[in-house]
T-cell receptor
């Protein structure tokens, strides 16, 4: 089945550690996105990528890094510089080029800093 | 910057009844897209319905329909014949046609369905 997978579902991190969240899609979508969701707030964009080997910062990129070496994969690294990393992280993808393209989401990763 | 406001943090509805969730947005653009996403307890975001601003006709998807008032910048979601499976967080979202990557979300409305 086509879709977006994220792993792990739950992730625990000690303060000062970097962690990487995985996002894979087999929808042949060009664009991929990372969002952060906090309680009582909507989703906020961390990074996005429209094409392989290229990505752009979103509204809250500080303390995060990404790579896009393959079309199917867009991993997010939460670095120790991120001051409040405990949150729910959602990956999304969409076609690129047609204005009406809709973003489709993965099941998310819950990150908790101990 | 565009903003999306959902003024109802929580709503409840009796099973089989109808409920309307409110959303307003602020933009200076004339062409844009509006979305309603559902986030059930599994937390996966699921697209419910989409509206293109240039279309006057309100979008419908089975029991879900919208009331799109462009002049008032209002985009409400109506759920008819509510079912227990409709219980979820509902997010309204806006995106300009000029930037596919700039999606703005409201804070969400938690819908409870009472049996």
């Amino acid at each position: 089945d086509g879709g977006i997978t994220q792993s792990p579902k739950y992730l625990f991190r000690k303060e000062g550690q970097n962690v990487t969240l995985s996002c894979e899609q087999n929808l042949n979508h060009d664009a991929m996105y990372w969002y952060r969701q906090d309680p009582g707030q909507g989703l906020r964009l961390i990074y996005y990528s429209q094409i392989v080997n290229d990505f752009q910062k979103g509204d809250i990129a500080e303390g995060y890094s990404v790579s896009r070496e393959k079309k199917e994969s867009f991993p997010l690294t939460v670095t120790s510089a991120q001051k409040n990393p405990t949150a729910f992280y959602l990956c999304a993808s969409s076609h690129q080029g047609a204005p009406a393209d809709t973003q489709y989401f993965g099941p998310g990763t819950r990150l908790t800093v101990l | 910057a565009q903003t999306v406001t959902q003024s109802q943090p929580e709503m409840s509805v009796q099973e089989a009844e109808t409920v309307t969730l409110s959303c307003t947005y602020d933009t200076s653009e004339s062409d844009y897209y509006l979305f309603w996403y559902k986030q059930p307890p599994s937390r996966q975001m699921i697209l419910v319905i989409r509206q293109e601003a240039y279309k006057q006709q309100n979008a419908t998807e089975n029991r879900f329909s919208v009331n799109f008032q462009k002049a008032a910048k209002s985009f409400s979601l109506k759920i008819s014949d509510s079912q227990l499976g409709d219980a979820a967080m509902y997010f309204c979202a806006y995106r300009t046609v000029y930037n596919n990557n700039d999606m703005r979300f409201g804070a969400g409305t938690r819908l409870t369905v009472k049996p």
